[in-house]
């Protein structure tokens, strides 16, 4: 849950989430699995790598890699054999999506092996996988036209998608290409977009923890102008801090300005005379007595 007191880190929020683009830094990606105690080290490129204590599960933050794939994750049953399974991201993806990822991870790891190395349903993997969808399409990600061999959605601006690959596939690739069994994409083109993949091993609730992060609803906060231009122009922006009322005009102030009560005017009033006008003409006084 989001600290509501924390401070915001953007001038701006963005939806849809998947157009927010990377916020440039791995930590906190990296702090579930710092917290669980887990081994850091880096080497003089700047590269940086997180160990479990029983060495099953290893990351790599390599910011100076050999292409872009700045987040690289890879669990062993054997520690001294070949990857159980793989995650990668690019270094445009949301950091978001990737603390998504690791904080899943972090709670199967201490849930134990049967979580983290937990292999797909073999009598039916594809409806087992199913699950991993289930938050696209309650979000109103639409089924693509078929394609041999693949289930495809995507949102419906058409700004990011996600491919199943059906079918067998070659384990190494998996690992070294983008041709794996899950392939998670976003963004208006190439030069702004992002990625992110998962091998056929994965367990499904790791894949779930990135697809209910990337279709969630709540924007994310960016500064707008460390922002790629594709994704600004393609993006909805909405200021952190509302912008001021504008100033009012003079016409503004005397449309509003509050009415004045008349002002008091002299009036002739006419009063009752407790006098008599000169050219009145009195009665004469009787001289007779009273009788």
Known sequence: ??????EIDGDVYVFPRYLAG???TGDPALEPLMALGWELTDDDLGNVYVTAPDRKIRLGY???GGDDGLWRINAYSDR??????GVSFN??????????????????YQAGPEHYLAQPDPADPELDAFHAVVPLINRGWKIQHPRWGVL??????????????QGRLDAEKELTTLQARWYLWGGPKISSGWYATASTNTPIPLVTAITESVSDLAPLPRWKDHMLRGLRE???LIPVTPPPPPVPTPLDVRRTAPRRAPALTTRNIPRWSTTTAPSAVLP???????R
């Open 284 to 290: 004469s006084r009787s001289s007779g007595p009273r």
């Open 80 to 85: 001294f054999g070949p990857p159980a399974w």
């Open 91 to 108: 270094d445009q993806c949301p950091t978001e999506f990737v603390t998504a990822f690791t904080m899943a991870l972090a709670a199967a």
């Open 152 to 165: 495809e959605l995507q949102t419906p601006d058409g700004m990011a998608g996600i491919e199943y690959a």
């Open 234 to 236: 393609n993006a909805q």
């Open 62 to 64: 390599l910011p100076e």
């Open 1 to 6: 849950m989001t600290d509501p007191d924390a």
């Open 22 to 24: 990377s916020t440039y």
